[in-house]
């Protein structure tokens, strides 16, 4: 089911403005784009992020990470994508789930060494995902990429993580 462009224009209350703002535009891309759009938080971010990655780092990496899967479903006949922030065994996971192709092989072995993009013909730079492996390398966080899901709305998973161990 497509979003309504009232849920288009929801409230996120993530406790952190600056993503609540992001989710929202976030979520008016993908209306425009008639993509459903889904997000899940089970944990309020304004404990986490002063911690872990700042707040302008991680609207950095939502904005890049959303944006591109906005891309890579927009010429598929399901349009899903779903964003999931929560905390399991200690760790922060923020998954991003899209219908869209599976990742070239050649985009998974340049992603985070150098610039590469799976949307050239676009305009697309590669900076975005650049970008995101110096953020998580600057934090201390990981990248994960799962693909192929056996789920009925999504055909990936990329998911950045931050343990949370760390905080004191």
């Known amino acids: 089911v497509l979003f309504s462009e009232t849920e288009a224009k929801a409230h996120y209350a993530t406790g952190v403005p600056v993503i609540d703002s992001q989710l929202k535009f976030q979520a008016a891309m993908a209306y425009t784009h008639q993509t459903s759009f889904d997000v899940m938080i089970s944990d309020k971010l304004n404990i986490i992020v002063p911690e872990i990655i700042s707040a302008e780092d991680l609207r950095t990496l939502i904005a890049d990470l959303l944006t591109n899967a906005v891309i890579a479903v927009k010429s598929e006949s399901k349009r899903n994508i779903l964003f999931h922030a929560h905390i399991e065994n200690d760790v922060f996971n923020i998954d991003f789930y ?71």
Do not use: Q
């Open 98 to 168: 899209d219908s869209g192709a599976p990742f070239a092989k050649e985009v998974l072995e340049k992603m985070g060494k150098e610039r590469i993009t799976t949307h050239a013909d676009e305009g697309g730079t590669g900076i975005g995902y650049m970008t995101t492996f110096e953020i998580l390398n600057r934090c201390n966080g990981t990248w994960t990429v799962e693909e192929n899901l056996n789920l009925e709305l999504y055909r990936k998973k990329v998911r950045v993580s931050f343990i949370l161990d760390t905080i004191h």
